[in-house]
């Protein structure tokens, strides 16, 4: 069982930045691929980020394309999203979830049949 704990969130004003980190507990995600998901109050979950699982490839909504970017530790147990030019619609909880074997833009697509999930990390930008 892995477990994924996600960290970073916080509030910040709309134009900041923040890192998100979700970690593996005590296992490496090698053979994983990534995912960052968010859902606002009210929305439902909608997808963000995610990195395949061989590394080689990247994969934004188009909402963050340009401002987000999620990369992993070469020891494969962190995955970041490192979030630029925020805004107030970036408001939500932000989850971290890993499915073996996937592509990045699998991920984007698959997000009820993620194998695990984090529980999440609030991120508010303020106006």
């Known amino acids: 069982q892995v477990q994924l704990v996600e960290s970073g969130g916080g509030l910040v004003q709309a134009g900041g930045s923040l890192r998100l980190s979700c970690a593996a507990s005590?296992?490496?995600?090698?053979?994983?691929?990534m995912g960052w998901f968010r859902q606002a109050p009210g929305k439902e979950r909608e997808f963000v980020a995610a990195i395949s699982w061989t590394d080689t490839y990247t994969y934004y909504s188009d909402s963050v394309k340009g401002r987000f970017t999620i990369s992993r530790d070469n020891a494969k147990i962190t995955v970041y999203l490192q979030m630029n030019s925020l805004k107030p619609d970036d408001t939500a909880v932000y989850y971290c979830?890993?499915?073996?074997?996937?592509?990045?833009?699998?991920?984007?697509?698959?997000?009820?049949?993620?194998?695990?999930w984090g529980k999440g990390t609030l991120v508010t930008v303020s106006s």
């Open positions: 979830a890993a499915d073996r074997f996937r592509t990045a833009q699998e991920m984007s697509v698959r997000q009820n049949d993620m194998d695990y």
């Open positions: 005590g296992r490496t995600l090698s053979m994983y691929g």
